[in-house]
């Protein structure tokens, strides 16, 4: 079983969607939750950051971390065609020794 | 200034060139480091320097050979390269070491060797 698991698409969807991107773990020592959205042949830039369990939002992006069933979530809402990107889940442990980043999914909205 | 500087934007290098990527960075950040990133897959983590001293090597082969001159800059040497050693590779910076996984990564050094 890998560390970091997340559904590498591609996705497509049409503007305007709500987008549902996830990732599931198995390390339960893992605190600190991250996305990154990374653009053709650039680096990937930080999204969204959370500590344990809960909820944060930003604007168009939501995180939803739920650390009992080892699940986390980004959401984002009145997707645009600016979105088109892969998004990398990423968290490390309470000490920030092991920081891993989840395969990547491919998202591509359509006008 | 919120940004990591990575040069050059591409490399193309035959097996027997040397070869140096640079970056830099100054937002005071503590901690720096080097992926290597091929196409379709996650950054993997190649090195680590924590307050200016190499602290994680992951395994990396000889013919990389990081530097890291001072608290702002970060270099890659390379030297007799193999072909699958194309890849985009990316640096990257974090305020302090373990404490904060915020990473700030520059648009990367899309490297080809012939």
């Known amino acids: 079983q890998k560390e970091v698991e997340q559904d590498p698409g591609p996705l497509s969807v049409p503007e305007g969607a709500i987008v549902s991107l996830n990732c599931t773990y198995s390390?339960?020592?893992?605190?600190?939750f991250m996305w990154y959205r990374q653009y053709s042949r650039k680096g990937p830039e930080l999204l969204m950051y959370?500590?344990?369990?809960g909820n944060k939002e930003d604007g168009r992006f939501t995180a939803q971390v739920d650390k009992s069933s080892k699940y986390i979530s980004l959401f984002i809402r009145d997707s645009q065609p600016s979105d088109s990107a892969t998004y990398l889940c990423?968290?490390?442990?309470?000490?920030?020794?092991?920081?891993?980043f989840g395969p990547g999914t491919r998202l591509s909205v359509l006008p | 200034d919120t940004e990591v500087t990575q040069t050059p934007k591409h490399l193309v290098m035959g097996m027997t060139n040397k070869k140096s990527l640079k970056c830099e960075q100054h937002?005071?950040?503590?901690?720096m480091y080097w992926y290597k990133q091929k196409a379709k897959k996650p950054p993997e983590l190649m090195f680590v320097?924590?307050?200016?001293?190499?602290?994680i090597n992951e395994s990396v082969p000889s013919r990389f050979s990081p530097e890291c001159p001072n608290s702002s800059l970060l270099n890659l040497h390379l030297h007799a390269l193999q072909p699958e050693d194309s890849a985009l590779y990316l640096c990257?910076?974090?305020?302090?070491?373990?404490?904060?996984?915020?990473?700030?990564f520059g648009s990367g050094t899309q490297l080809s060797v012939l």
């Open positions: 990257a910076s974090s305020q302090v070491p373990g404490l904060d996984e915020k990473l700030f």
């Open positions: 390390n339960s020592a893992f605190q600190y």
């Open positions: 959370t500590y344990s369990s």
């Open positions: 990423a968290m490390s442990d309470n000490y920030g020794q092991n920081f891993v």
């Open positions: 937002m005071g950040h503590r901690a």
């Open positions: 320097y924590s307050y200016e001293k190499l602290s």
